[in-house]
């Protein structure tokens, strides 16, 4: 194999192995900056090493060793160092080659459940939810810097440094790089999905910039979302949320026009909506219900996707259906943007009055003061009502609070339409 194939077989290797590589070490040396070092250093002298011995049969074996004899190395000099300065001061301590030890025995272990581990810590709620999210995508999608920079609409040094805090957050904890159990799992466990899901919706819907979409985050999302899956094959909630994306991410292809302008839900070409995704949606929608599951937030929100998925024009939608699973849903996770979204459904399914009847009773809630989709599913329902002036005002009002320049402009078009009148404009429900 010609040095150049082999240099790009070994990083394609790198790619795949880095999040199990960083997470077996991350366990061994309870350090993530070391352990991305090791990893580094692995990959160093496979580069090195492999255009001469080609490439093994077991590369990630190849790679885990080949970390773990260097960080074995590593705490050999510690040992010393340590010896030393024992001698010294006539005060030998066996810490350090206790830990010799321990890395010395563990050269060998499988990597087991390593990976669950580092998503676990990563994801742990002392971390802010912004700082959960850069750090997951770094350890176990293996982004850069400036990829998840980029992603978020941020500074590469702003990404850096929020990545820096996380890990020393995460070593000030004194964090144990394990699965937790029982109770604490299931708690760490909604934050591993949120982070997950938060990472999902900012490819879907990016909350600034001049882009609708962020499909590459999307995809990470969906990745992450299989892997735990596949960890995690008793977890109704993880397939819930694996449900969920398949099926929303189904859609991003007809969600903007060649322009690039926005097309809503109502209005979409069904025939560019992903059938293959949407058939691994219903498949693991299926699972997280065999499960036991159905009335998970994730599974009811899954199901909600799929409703829209079976119709194959709009108006075959079952609305009345998705307005009862929102009434379920809100009494599972009550919150500002599940009752806003359960106003949408029912304007669709008994009439703009109802949703503006529903959306008063949140109306005045501080979480949604500042949240554009608030006027802009008001002002539809206005102006389905036939009052224009109105639901004018109320688009006029989400334009100018949304960060993300394909909405403002939808918005705007919708307020214009406002004084032309149409009727035919169709409803801003979510895309």
């Known amino acids: ?18 999040a199990r590589l960083i997470a077996g070490l991350a366990r061994l040396t309870c350090d993530v900056d070391r352990a991305e070092e090791l990893a580094q250093e692995a990959l160093v002298i496979a580069l090195s090493d492999w255009p001469k011995t080609g490439v093994p049969d077991n590369p990630g074996a190849w790679l885990t060793a080949a970390a773990k004899r260097r960080a074995i190395d590593g705490m050999r000099r510690d040992a010393m160092r340590e010896r030393k300065h ?30 669950l581990s580092l998503i676990f810590t990563a994801c742990h709620p002392v971390l802010s939810a912004d700082a959960r999210a850069a750090l ?85 999302a969906q990745r992450l979302g299989r892997i735990l899956a596949g960890l995690m094959p008793a977890e109704p909630e993880v397939f819930g949320l694996l449900a969920l994306m398949e099926i929303q991410a189904s ?22 909506w992903d059938q293959f995704l949407i058939r691994r949606g219903f498949a693991a929608l299926k699972q997280a219900e ?79 003061r500042d949240y554009a989709p608030l006027p802009a599913a008001r002002g539809d329902f206005l102006f389905r009502a036939g009052r224009l002036r109105e639901a004018r005002i109320q688009f006029e009002t989400a334009a100018g609070l949304t960060r993300n320049a ?10 214009r339409s406002c004084m032309i009148g149409s009727a035919d404009w169709p409803a801003s429900t979510a895309g």
Not at 1 to 17: G, L, N, P, Y
């Open 1 to 18: 194999m010609a040095d150049d194939e082999t240099r790009r077989a070994i990083e394609a290797v790198f790619r795949i192995e880095r």
């Open 86 to 115: 024992a001698e010294l001061a006539r005060d030998l301590s066996d810490d350090a080659e206790i830990a010799v030890e321990r890395m010395e025995a563990a050269i060998d272990d499988d990597i087991g459940d390593e990976l």
């Open 136 to 220: 997951t995508l770094r350890l176990i999608g293996g982004l850069t810097v400036e990829e998840i920079a980029r992603a978020f609409v941020s500074s590469d040094a702003t990404i850096a440094q929020r990545i820096v805090r996380a890990k020393r957050v995460i070593g000030k904890a004194g964090l144990a790089y394990e699965v937790p159990r029982g109770a604490e799992r299931a708690t760490r466990l909604a934050s591993v999905l949120e982070v997950i899901y938060l990472i999902f919706n900012e490819g879907y819907a990016a909350t600034a910039g001049e882009e609708l979409t962020r499909p590459s985050l999307c995809a990470e």
């Open 251 to 272: 859609r991003l292809s007809a969600r903007a026009g060649p322009d690039g302008t926005l097309i809503p839900l109502t209005e979409q070409k069904r025939a560019r």
């Open 290 to 368: 065999a499960l036991g599951g159905a009335e998970g937030a994730y599974a009811l929100q899954a199901a909600i996707a799929a409703c829209h998925a079976r119709a194959r024009k709009a108006e075959e939608t079952d609305w009345a259906g998705i307005a009862a699973l929102y009434d379920r849903l809100r009494r599972v996770v009550p919150s500002p943007v599940v009752d806003l979204n359960r106003a949408i459904a029912h304007s669709m399914a008994f009439g703009p009055e109802a949703g503006l009847r529903l959306i008063g009773e949140i109306d005045g809630i501080a979480a949604l």
């Open 406 to 415: 394909v909405e403002r402009s939808f918005l705007l078009s919708r307020a």
